[in-house]
């Protein structure tokens, strides 16, 4: 079954601490994506990668990093200077980064800081 | 500045048709998709359009119109599984940066 698998589903951490949430792809997919999305809120961008060990800045990256080692896989680490970590993080896949293409997404990991 | 027009909330009822309005404006603009999202999930792809007109993928059609700025996802016999927040999404920019609202809230009732 292919596919875009984020563990966990629900991550706690206390304040100050970092977390790394995993994102594994195996639909042989180029490009990647980390959103975020707060409660009543639209997702946004934190980090793409093109391709494999290169990445770029999404609209909210202050906080947060990224590697690219692997092509199926994009971890990202919410740092402790991320002032506002809850939400929900949403990992994303297309072929590449056409604009055509169509970005399919995994369940998303719901961190909690408390 | 890039801007999407949708409604917040809309109602309707099993078995019925209702039709999610979007405006959008962007600067520079690829194609608009619509994603569905059930409450506490993912966003899972329903269409895509990059030319004027209408595309129809079973119970669910798209249409769009590039100079207006415009376009309309028509739902068909509503099913209660059919409750979910939908998307409206332009794509905009070199690279495939997908712009997001918060989308339309649906609720179906028998």
């Known amino acids: 079954d292919g596919g875009i698998t984020q563990s966990p589903k629900y991550l706690f951490r206390k304040e100050g601490q970092n977390v790394t949430l995993s994102c594994e792809q195996n639909?042989?997919?180029?490009?990647m994506y980390w959103y975020r999305q707060d409660p009543g809120q639209g997702l946004r961008l934190i980090y793409y990668?093109?391709?494999?060990?290169?990445?770029q800045k999404g609209d909210i990256a202050e906080g947060y990093s990224v590697s690219r080692e692997k092509k199926e896989s994009f971890p990202l680490t919410v740092t402790s200077a991320q002032k506002n970590p809850t939400a929900f993080y949403l990992c994303?896949?297309?072929?590449?980064?056409?604009?055509?293409?169509?970005?399919?997404f995994g369940p998303g990991t719901r961190l909690t800081v408390l | 500045g890039q801007n999407i027009d949708q409604p917040t909330e809309m109602t309707a009822t099993e078995g019925a048709i209702v039709q999610i309005n979007c405006t959008y404006q962007?600067?520079?603009?690829?194609?608009l998709f619509w994603y569905q999202q059930h409450a506490g999930e993912a966003p899972t792809f329903l269409s895509y359009?990059?030319?004027?007109g209408l595309e129809e993928k079973g119970r669910f059609s798209s249409f769009l119109s590039r100079s207006k700025g415009y376009s309309y996802l028509l739902l068909k016999e509503l099913q209660m599984k059919d409750s979910a927040s939908y998307l409206c999404?332009?794509?905009?920019?070199?690279?495939?940066?997908?712009?997001f609202g918060a989308g339309t809230r649906l609720a179906v009732h028998p």
């Open positions: 994303a896949s297309s072929i590449d980064a056409r604009s055509t293409d169509t970005q399919y």
């Open positions: 639909l042989n997919h180029d490009a």
């Open positions: 990668s093109q391709i494999v060990n290169d990445f």
């Open positions: 962007t600067s520079g603009f690829n194609g």
């Open positions: 359009n990059v030319l004027d």
């Open positions: 999404v332009p794509s905009s920019g070199g690279y495939n940066k997908l712009i």
